[in-house]
């Protein structure tokens, strides 16, 4: 026990000591042992480098689960080295509450297999999302994490050693200072001392004992010096390896991105088949919904089709007077369209919209152009003209003037 308290107490003045050094160098009143520039730029970069880990990790983490109460649950469950339970996605929940409400209104209406194919599509999303959470996770989210919680946290403690052994350093070099600075003043006062009245002893020699002094903090100077250098080299090396630790995340990186790449192309690929779907059977919707109540047969077809989600498709007309074949046939031929003799407005473009295939039109913000429409056509196109250039441009792009 009397060990522990005397080490206790030569803890705490090292501790004392070594404080009051630091807010000496601070203000000014210290000399500092200043380390070479390519050190101090590996200990910039290191710090740059812990700075914006912990920011993108964040920000990741947020991207990937937006809910903050579920990010706490899932660190606490990581904390404690237990198993995160698996939670549904809100695209597999919005797919039970489709299918459910597909089973209330009935199966075999036209919402109800309209509801069920949504479902399971937006089902198929869930799944999509939840892979790709889990593969971000352990390719990306995990090497920054292990980073933080390892090798920073060994750079860090290496660093703070470091720290502590340069101020043993400085407070060697400022002892060997003083004790020279003494010994040259010794050297200028008598070698005796008066001990009792009338009485001069001979004392030992003042000189001799500040040379004594001057030695052993040479010594220990010698022996801080070493540490300190030895330090110092464990610290370079970690630091240089930053480097490596990029070379790991950039890794990392480009398998996030195949990740989030995969993700959505099969988002997209899932909407397109589903958008399919809901054109081909769009006629069978409307037809059932026309047999199944006799106050929808007598609706206008206009009102049952607008029911129908949008097919970037023409529909096929029966041939009209004054309409090319060509858009009755569902394809349209700019050169073969023929302005009304009334009807035609000037519009002003809102957005820049790249032409999807020859029959459209491309436009460009801030341009006028002339829009008409011909008889059954999308009520979301016009048939635009700029010059001698016409085609199919869409209406939500476009600002009509009286």
């Given at each position: 026990?009397?060990?522990?308290?005397?080490?206790?107490?030569?803890?705490?003045?090292?501790?004392?000591?070594?404080?009051m050094q630091f807010t000496e160098e601070k203000l000014g009143q210290a000399e500092k042992t200043e380390l070479d520039a390519?050190?101090?730029?590996?200990?910039?970069?290191?710090?740059?480098?812990?700075?914006?880990?912990?920011?993108?990790?964040?920000?990741?983490?947020?991207?990937?689960?937006?809910?903050?109460?579920?990010?706490?649950?899932?660190?606490?469950?990581?904390?404690?080295?237990?198993?995160v339970p698996s939670r549904v996605t809100n695209g597999e929940l919005?797919?039970?509450?489709?299918?459910e409400a597909a089973n209330d209104f009935g199966p075999g209406t036209p919402?109800?297999?309209?509801?069920?194919?949504?479902?399971e599509t937006q089902r198929r999303l869930g799944a999509a999302e939840r892979e790709f959470i889990r593969s971000a996770s352990i390719n990306f989210l995990t090497p920054l994490r292990n980073f933080l919680e390892g090798d920073w946290r060994t750079i860090s403690k290496e660093r703070r050693i470091l720290q502590n052994r340069r101020l043993d350093l400085d407070a060697c070099k400022a002892r060997l200072k003083k004790a020279k600075a003494a010994e040259a003043k010794a050297a200028a006062v008598p070698d005796f001392q008066e001990t009792r009245p009338r009485n001069y002893v001979l004392s030992a020699s003042a000189s001799a004992l500040w040379n004594d002094e001057v030695e052993k903090a040479e010594h220990e100077l010698r022996l801080t010096q070493t540490e300190f250098d030895r330090q110092a080299e464990v610290t370079r090396l970690l630091l240089e390896g930053i480097s490596s630790t990029h070379v790991n995340h950039l890794r990392c990186?480009?398998?996030?991105?195949?990740?989030?790449?995969?993700?959505?192309?099969?988002?997209?690929?899932?909407?397109?088949?589903?958008?399919?779907?809901?054109?081909?059977?769009?006629?069978?919707f409307v037809g059932n919904a026309d047999s199944a109540s006799p106050a929808?047969?007598?609706?206008?077809?206009?009102?049952?089709?607008?029911?129908l989600p949008a097919v970037p498709t023409i529909p096929v007309v029966p041939t009209i007077v004054g309409v090319p074949n060509t858009m009755a046939e569902g394809v349209?031929?700019?050169?073969?369209?023929?302005?009304?003799?009334?009807?035609?407005?000037?519009?002003?473009?809102?957005?820049?919209?790249e032409?999807?295939?020859?029959?459209?039109?491309?436009?460009?913000?801030?341009?006028?152009?002339?829009?008409?429409?011909?008889?059954?056509?999308?009520?979301?196109?016009l048939i635009g003209e700029r010059g001698n250039q016409k085609g199919k441009v869409p209406v939500t792009y476009l600002e009509l003037l009286s």
């Amino acid at each position: 026990m009397e060990f522990n308290v005397k080490k206790l107490a030569s803890d705490a003045g090292v501790f004392f000591s070594r404080a009051m050094q630091f807010t000496e160098e601070k203000l000014g009143q210290a000399e500092k042992t200043e380390l070479d520039a390519h050190f101090e730029n590996l200990l910039a970069r290191a710090d740059c480098t812990k700075n914006w880990t912990e920011k993108i990790l964040r920000q990741t983490e947020v991207l990937l689960q937006p809910n903050p109460s579920a990010r706490v649950e899932e660190f606490l469950y990581e904390k404690l080295d237990r198993k995160v339970p698996s939670r549904v996605t809100n695209g597999e929940l919005l797919a039970q509450y489709m299918t459910e409400a597909a089973n209330d209104f009935g199966p075999g209406t036209p919402y109800g297999k309209t509801l069920i194919k949504v479902g399971e599509t937006q089902r198929r999303l869930g799944a999509a999302e939840r892979e790709f959470i889990r593969s971000a996770s352990i390719n990306f989210l995990t090497p920054l994490r292990n980073f933080l919680e390892g090798d920073w946290r060994t750079i860090s403690k290496e660093r703070r050693i470091l720290q502590n052994r340069r101020l043993d350093l400085d407070a060697c070099k400022a002892r060997l200072k003083k004790a020279k600075a003494a010994e040259a003043k010794a050297a200028a006062v008598p070698d005796f001392q008066e001990t009792r009245p009338r009485n001069y002893v001979l004392s030992a020699s003042a000189s001799a004992l500040w040379n004594d002094e001057v030695e052993k903090a040479e010594h220990e100077l010698r022996l801080t010096q070493t540490e300190f250098d030895r330090q110092a080299e464990v610290t370079r090396l970690l630091l240089e390896g930053i480097s490596s630790t990029h070379v790991n995340h950039l890794r990392c990186l480009h398998e996030f991105v195949e990740s989030q790449t995969n993700y959505y192309a099969q988002c997209y690929q899932f909407m397109l088949d589903l958008q399919k779907q809901l054109g081909r059977f769009s006629g069978t919707f409307v037809g059932n919904a026309d047999s199944a109540s006799p106050a929808a047969a007598t609706s206008p077809p206009t009102v049952a089709a607008a029911t129908l989600p949008a097919v970037p498709t023409i529909p096929v007309v029966p041939t009209i007077v004054g309409v090319p074949n060509t858009m009755a046939e569902g394809v349209l031929n700019p050169n073969e369209v023929k302005p009304p003799a009334s009807g035609t407005r000037r519009a002003r473009v809102l957005y820049d919209y790249e032409a999807a295939d020859s029959t459209e039109l491309a436009l460009l913000a801030d341009e006028m152009i002339t829009v008409y429409s011909l008889p059954g056509m999308d009520p979301d196109w016009l048939i635009g003209e700029r010059g001698n250039q016409k085609g199919k441009v869409p209406v939500t792009y476009l600002e009509l003037l009286s």
